[in-house]
């Protein structure tokens, strides 16, 4: 069954295009992965899912409705991983990850859960600035993890993540599929897990 | 729990963490008030019947340096996205953190001020003025400067170009609580300027939380 | 070329323009040449000024000028986030530099106006100040307008700026005139009286028309070179 509908989304950027009319359907349990060379418009495209940047042109329909009658909602069934981590340095990595669930408005319940599928429950109480850049890759993904949203939004999941921490990400993505869940991930490597389709962006 | 209240308890905390960042605000402004009276000379008369506005000015200058980082921090760190993401208003994200700034900035100068009014020989009911209209006026200072850190992010000279955007801006607030101080020191009320002070805080409530958010949203594109 | 596309409507306005502008040019000339005749020959002297009143024929039109320009750019940034027109954007970038001047032209002519009533440049009268803090809204808005490499970042930042600030202006004006009147004796600036005499009326209005002609002939020509120079941006960027 199709939960995600994306028909002929287009954006500009500084006028010229960068995302040309994509068009894709996700079924629950699917994994999309979004393929290209540098500035092929990955970034955008996830960004205007997210509608952190406004598409020019098309539509996008989860589970029939067009997201922007009801942006709120919408935000409720994401969760973003950017290019950048979203975490603050001067928390530790649990209360950046209980902060993320309660600034969503999502009960904390799965933190430790998340945590302990990224291999951080001892560095739960660290400060986010003294890891190094892979755990807080990881810190980042497990955040994404605890957020409860059907559909994950990845920004180059795997960048950073040694093969221990790549595992693990397979081992939540396809626990989160299984599950019922939705994921869309702009990668340069390709993502081994069972369900995944590849959308090559020119 | 809101995600407003976690907001504004994850900027606090954050602040809490690094106190030094809010002590260097209030000892700027301490030093700026200081340097007045070393510029303009120490015959009281004088300092009491400027003292006013040297209080407003200073406390203007330092709010507005902790406000560069108002959401720079975020922006860098890619926290500003969450934000963006956050399934409830935007316009109330803006208002938790200028909330956060103004208890952090805001609320001490409003503490500190009559302090360095005494430096000026200011009477106590001045000196009960410089409080009132700090306390009052200072929200308004709070938003107007998160505009203007919000219209800033990511800009080139951006903490220069924060001043001049929101300078202007805080002419009002800053006419009537200085002004607020002088009636005082000359004899009449001053509940006049506080309820314009108040006029003004409910205008900017009224208004910049949206303006914040667009500027906001603006920077996620 | 998907550039021409977001570009549409300005190219409308760029070919609109090119061909109005030279009469338009040449009315605003000779709106000028009749507007400044009544004006220095033309009327009387001022009974207590002197000669030097004439200078408030460009004074005042300035002044409501650059007022009004600040509320176009109000307006055009309205349009710009609420329907993206891209028109607005260009003419806000070639407006404000033109409201900015013209509010300089204001302060200027004050203060050769005053020098030789007060024997100072400045007077911290009411409606200078008032002039001198427009002034500085216009500067924010042109300095943050180019403050990003993404131009559009910064059209849509200054729109957001001139809304918030049309609203302040009244605020601010609220403000000065009632810390003028606290501070000092009331404005010497007058317009020679309760009721403007028409002999002043006449020239003050066709001066007022034709700077407005002049106003609009500017804005134009200013957002012609802006629509040129986005194109350019966009050529080198498909290179």
Known sequence: ?202 | MTGFSALLARDLRLVWRRPGDVMVVLAFFVVATVLFPLGIGPETNLLARIAAGILWCAALFAALLSLERLFAADYEDGALDLLLLAPWPLELAALAKCLAHWIVTGLPLALLAPLMGLLFGLSGEALWAVAATLLVGTPALSLIGGLAAALTLGARRGGALLALLALPLCVPTLIFGAGAVEAVAIGEGFLTHLAILGALALLSLATLPWAIAAALRQAGE | MASLHVLANPARFRRFSQRVLPALSVVTALALAVGLWLALIESPPDYQQGETVRIMFIHVPSAWLSMMGYGLLAALGASLLVWRHPLAALMARGAAPVGAVFAAVCLLTGSLWGRPMWGTYWVWDARLTSMLLLFFLYLGHIALSRAYDDSERGDRAAAILALVGVINLPVIKFSVDWWNTLHQPASVMKLGGPSIDPSILTPLLVMAVALLLLFIVLVMLRTETEIDRRRLEAAEMAL
């Open chain 1, 1 to 202: 069954m199709t939960e995600l509908e994306v028909t002929g989304l287009s954006c500009r950027r500084g006028g010229r295009p960068v995302v040309r009319n994509i068009s894709f359907t996700l079924a629950r349990g699917e994994l999309l992965a979004l393929t290209g060379r540098n500035g092929s418009g990955k970034t955008t495209l996830l960004r205007a899912l997210a509608l952190l940047v406004t598409a020019d042109e098309g539509a996008i329909r989860w589970q029939g409705t067009d997201i922007r009658h009801d942006r709120d909602g919408w935000r409720r069934q994401i969760a973003w991983l950017g290019h950048l981590d979203g975490l603050k340095g001067d928390l530790s990595v649990r209360e950046n990850l209980a902060t993320a669930c309660h600034l969503r408005e999502t009960p904390a319940i799965r933190v430790d859960d998340a945590l302990a599928a990224f291999d951080l429950t001892l560095l739960a109480n660290r400060a986010a600035r003294t890891l190094s850049a892979g755990q807080r890759r990881r810190a980042a993904l497990a955040r994404v993890a605890a957020a409860d949203a059907p559909l994950w939004l990845l920004d180059e999941p795997l960048n950073a993540l040694d093969a221990p921490s790549q595992a693990a990400l397979r081992t939540a993505l396809g626990d989160h599929l299984a599950a019922g869940g939705l994921a869309i991930a702009a990668t340069h490597a390709p993502i081994d897990v069972p369900n995944a389709r590849v959308l090559e962006l020119a």
